[in-house]
């Protein structure tokens, strides 16, 4: 469900969102007050060499208010810092060009001022990038219709020579700013990709320890409820024998230690034989045979997990590594599988044949593997049985059961 969601959003809506912490956009904002500090030192020395004193109070006034932003920004007034910071430097601009004109090129400095906001703020401040970006843009346009449609004539006037120069170190100072941002935010869109494909393997690897893996591409592709009738499976279910007594004298640690090497062992049992794990209910373990797909010979590859199942606890019992017991039925027949619901998706099973599995397991005996006839039907080739006596299944009826056992030549 969380791979759901990941896929449906557009990479470039989250490009400048995901990975952009605040602390990269303090870094970005202390350096945007630098070079404001540093471009206004040289602007107001060259006003100074041409005698226009008041282009250098204005721009020596502008070093005290960036340092005075700077300030803000070490003392935590982050983002009032910011907004300041861009609507300052945008007036301090067209001021500058007030003084100067628009043939010295110093107009390209607003092209970079709309990219600013893309960096300086962090994502929980994305709702004042736009806006502050806007503001530049309006002063672009707002100083052409100055110079352009009324015909506002500078204070300072340049020579030729200084104009070319002039234009030439303006065009400059902004593509290589605009380079090293744009630079900036392409790597917040790759940060954002290698983010979105993690969290998309992350979610498709918990989904398919969730469900089975075709059972979760429908449900991806929106395939909802599923629900397949399956004719020919084997439903194993197993139960420690002794684990509520174990319980009583364990720690929780060497309780949860315990069951969780039993379990662990019984899932590397369901992928050697594939079979589908379905659930655990406590301390009871139940797989399938047979489904999602159909596999042949499913009762037998069901049986033999349930001999090194049982194999596996009597040697655990042998060594003195617990006192447990297991108890194991299975039985063969047709299912309903699926999905149903919309939170805590779970591949289950229902119908007849689940109940007469799970019948066989609680009316068997601890350290037997009881079948039912449908299920030694299909497997007594491979397998010996001993006939039960009739015994009374609770919504059954007298049932014939048998205890499975392997044939002496297999038997290890």
Not at 69 to 91: D, E, G, Q, T, Y
Request: aromatic residues 10%; glycine residues 6%.
């Amino acid at each position: 469900i969380k791979y759901q969601k990941l896929r449906s959003i557009d990479m470039n809506q989250i490009a400048f969102d995901i990975p952009r912490d605040e602390k990269k956009a303090r870094i970005l904002t202390r350096i945007a007050l630098l070079v404001s500090i540093f471009i206004a030192i040289v602007a107001g020395t060259l006003a100074g060499t041409r005698g226009a004193y008041y282009a250098v109070i204005i721009n020596y006034l502008g070093i005290v208010i960036y340092g005075i932003l700077f300030w803000l920004h070490w003392n935590s007034k982050v983002l009032l810092a910011r907004l300041a910071f861009l609507l300052i430097a945008n007036i301090h601009l067209l001021v500058i060009l007030l003084f100067v004109g628009r043939e010295l090129g110093a107009w390209v400095h607003f092209i970079l001022l709309m990219l600013v906001p893309f960096a300086i703020f962090a994502r929980k401040q994305r709702k004042f990038i736009l806006p502050m970006s806007f503001l530049a843009f309006a002063m672009l346009i707002g100083t052409y219709v100055i110079f352009e449609i009324f015909q506002f004539q500078p204070i300072i006037s340049w020579e030729r020579g200084i104009k070319n120069s002039r234009v030439l170190v303006n065009l400059t100072l902004v593509s290589i700013g605009s380079i090293l941002l744009m630079r900036f935010l392409r790597n917040v869109q790759f940060q954002a990709e290698d983010r979105l494909e993690e969290e998309h393997r992350r979610s498709e690897d918990l989904l398919l320890n969730v469900l089975p893996a075709s059972i979760a591409e429908r449900l991806k592709n929106g395939e909802q409820p599923i629900a397949d009738l399956l004719g020919e499976v084997t439903i194993l279910f197993a139960d420690i024998v002794g684990f509520t007594r174990f319980a009583g004298k364990s720690s929780p640690r060497e309780l949860i230690d315990l069951l969780n090497e039993i379990f662990t062992e019984f899932d590397r049992l369901a992928d050697k034989y594939r079979l589908e794990k379905i659930k655990t209910i406590g301390d009871c373990y139940m797989v399938v045979a047979g489904l999602p797909e159909p596999v042949e010979k499913h009762a037998i590859i069901a049986c033999r997990m349930a001999f090194e199942m049982q194999k596996f606890i009597h040697d655990g019992l042998a060594k003195g590594k617990h006192e447990l017991q297991i108890r194991i039925g299975l039985h063969s027949g047709s299912v309903i599988a699926g999905v149903i619901g919309t939170k805590k998706f779970s591949y289950d099973l229902w119908g007849d044949a689940v109940n007469t599995a799970s019948r066989m397991e609680s009316n068997g005996t601890p350290g037997e593997i009881t079948v039912t006839s449908e299920t030694y039907t299909l497997v007594r080739e491979e397998f010996e049985g001993i006939r039960r006596e009739p015994i009374e299944i609770k919504g059954k009826g007298v049932m014939t059961t048998w205890y499975l056992k392997q044939k002496k030549e297999k038997q290890t």
